[in-house]
């Protein structure tokens, strides 16, 4: 094996023959336009909503404020779940935005 190779040799061992460009693809492309031109148009067919069941609710209400010991507004969040505590923790997750200081009087289902 010669051990001085020329650029051409090392591309032609590593990658292969270059192949000539193909003219099968023109010949192809147009072939296929022209199947294409004689499909018509298909309907959207849309599908009937189902309407949700019973979705349950929890109705959480607290007393938020921003003063320690001072005024306190009534506050009513209402949560789609079941647990009352997943309700508890979105209804304060939700009063902390705005109030600092928030305590859950009652949560009742709806």
Known sequence: MKSDLTEEEMRRALFGEPEPPAQALTTTVQETVAE?????PVKVVKKNKVSKGFTPRLRVTLRVGNEFEGKMHEMVHEADTLSSLVAEQEA???????????????????
């Open 36 to 40: 294409l031109a004689v499909m018509t």
């Open 92 to 110: 304060t997750k939700a009063a902390r935005k705005k109030f600092r200081f928030v305590e859950v009087v009652s949560v009742k289902s709806m």
